[in-house]
């Protein structure tokens, strides 16, 4: 790998009116630049004396004219930071100029500093150093990125985690046993004499089922990783008057949807941004289904059943004060196989809706019974009366929560109560948003996390190596089939790490299996 090791520059804080902004200095020249520009209280210079990890009061001057003496030479009072190589971020002399924040003051520094002979960096070249001179390695480099950019708690415990070294030390101890294996196989045919190959194969088999579990685990926590990062895609469904706009803002705490008792008011898509215990969810508010001849509103009902197919979470917010119908019955068609929590809202009214009703349609249009709801939902005609024990279908639905059988997939519904109106069932659907991602455990959810696609690729490219290892097996095929697919697992798990196949490997055979010959 090649790079250029010239002196470069950056501002490092955000350009606004601020308290301080930071200008950073890294490479060779980096102090001698600092010490060029800055001076002392008494007109010293004093950068290039300064040790390591300290910070020192000082001026910035007008290089062409560094004279103290006179204020108007002075371009800001800063504190200067001095970190020698190879004990900085980047591995090289790093200076860090804490100038007074404000876009013009920082700039001017700036300006200076590249003026002495430093080179603007581009964006990320910091820490492309660091990775680079060996500070950090690819997957903790990706992870400052991804802290950087974190939207909430959760992606930015994730890419900590992953900043500390957690994933890299995984995949490090992953390769060190895929190494192993392939340095016996290599020894072994290296020196059959003394290495023996019997009963090998299954003991390698044994391995890549256990390797391949392992690598599956990483992959199955791509998709919460994803959603982590990216917000969980959450679409509110429901009649019109449901009171989905009311439940939107009520998580959001303030007036955005517009409320009003006419159906039909909220007539395309809103989108907001939330936080529910560090969880980010991007809400989608849709217009009311309901069927209507209204062609605008038509077109709203279209999108929401396409935001519908597209979401990680829906929540369907039923009025519990009216009875269910067929527009239910074609809202229960659109989230098939989706996680989906119920809101059963309006629980300050008098109630005509349980649970067991919703089960029961649930259960209707799961059967795709196509007779008249009519007839076979008593609660339509006579809401009050509705009772789970006398409606035929309930009896063979489990009303176990999030377990319940809803087609071929075992899908996670959730029913909570809740009243907009009286800011009643937040609390519980935190909780079931936590459950139904998290397991309920999102504080404690430390686990490792794959967030970024590159790792995620990398992970399907050496279980498929692995696979193939294990089908190399099957096969008989002879041992050197199982090192080349082995490598390969290898080469794909140390890309996560920036790591290549190549010296590492040659020098790990001989050094562990060559026993004294
Ligand atoms: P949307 O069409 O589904 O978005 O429904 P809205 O949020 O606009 O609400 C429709 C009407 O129901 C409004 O008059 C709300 O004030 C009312 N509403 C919403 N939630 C509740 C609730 O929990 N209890 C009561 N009593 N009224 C509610």
Redesign the pocket.
Known sequence: MTFQNDTITAIATALSDSGIGIVRISGDKAIEIADFLIRSKSGKRFVALAKSHTIQYGFVMDSDHPEIENPENVLDEVMVSVFRAPKSYTKEDVVEINCHGGVLVTKKVLELVLHAGARLAEPGEFTKRAFLNGRIDLAEAEAVMDLIHSKNEMAMKASTSQLRGDLSNKIRSLREEILYEIAFIESALDDPEHISLDGYPERLNGKCEHLISEVQRLLDSAENGRMVKEGISTV?L????????????MILGQER??????????RDALEEYVNLRGIHLNMI?TA?IRDTDDLVEKIGVEKARKYAMDADLILY?V?T?VALDDNDKEILSMIHGKKTIFLL?????EQKVSENDILSLLHFVEDGDQKDLKENNPTENNPTENNSTENNSTESISTEKNSLKYGEMESDISMIS?????G?GLDLLEKEIEKLFFHGDVKQNDQMMITNLRHKQELENAKNALLLVKKSLEDGMPEDFYSIDLMQAYASLGSIVGEEVGDDLVEEIFSKFCMGK
């Open positions: 509110i429901g009649k019109p008057n449901a009171g989905k706009s009311s439940l939107l803002n949807a517009i409320v009003t008792d006419v159906a039909g008011t909220t508010d009311g917010v009025d004060s809202n309006k629980s300050d009214l809740t009243s907009a109106a009286l009643e």
